[in-house]
Nanobody, 127 residues
Framework: QVQLVESGGGLVQAGGSLRLSCAAS????????MGWFRQAPGKEREFVAG????????YYADSVKGRFTISRDNAKNSVYLQMNSLKPEDTAVYYC????????????????????WGQGTQVTVSS
C-alpha cells in the first residue's frame, strides 16, 4: 500500500497557473505508475494525466493536452501536475492515484486500474 497526499490547489483566475503536488509514503513510489484525475460537481471522476514508473511515458486527456504537464521525482516520492492556461471548466477536485505496475514504461488512463487514491485538492478557476 502507498499513501498519497495532494497539495497545491487553490483559487486562480482564468489564464493563470497552478502546480499540484502528490507526496507518496509507505511503499516506494517508484514501483507505481501514477495518474491525476479530477471530479467536478455533479460529474464523474475523469482522467487528466498519467505517467509511467520511470517517467519516460506520459499520457493526457484531450481536454488538457498542451496546457498540463505531469512529472515525477522518484527520489522525492512525488508526482506533480503543472497546470497552465487554466479555464473555468478545469474547476474540480483533483486526485492523485497510484497503480502498482511491473512495467516501467506502461501508462494507464483507466480509473479502475488505480487502487490507491489521495483525498484530493480543490482547484477553482474564476472567469
Amino acid at each position: 500500500q502507498v499513501q498519497l497526499v495532494e497539495s497545491g490547489g487553490g483559487l486562480v483566475q482564468a489564464g493563470g497557473s497552478l502546480r499540484l503536488s502528490c507526496a507518496a509514503s509507505g511503499r516506494t513510489s517508484s514501483i507505481y505508475r501514477m495518474g491525476w484525475f479530477r471530479q467536478a460537481p455533479g460529474k464523474e471522476r475523469e482522467f487528466v494525466a498519467g505517467i509511467s514508473r520511470n517517467g519516460g511515458r506520459t499520457y493526457y486527456a484531450d481536454s488538457v493536452k498542451g496546457r498540463f504537464t505531469i512529472s515525477r521525482d522518484n527520489a522525492k516520492n512525488s508526482v506533480y501536475l503543472q497546470m497552465n492556461s487554466l479555464k473555468p471548466e478545469d474547476t474540480a477536485v483533483y486526485y492523485c492515484a497510484a497503480d502498482f505496475s511491473a512495467s516501467t514504461s506502461a501508462v494507464t488512463s483507466r480509473i479502475n486500474d488505480y487502487a490507491n487514491w489521495g483525498q484530493g485538492t480543490q482547484v477553482t478557476v474564476s472567469s
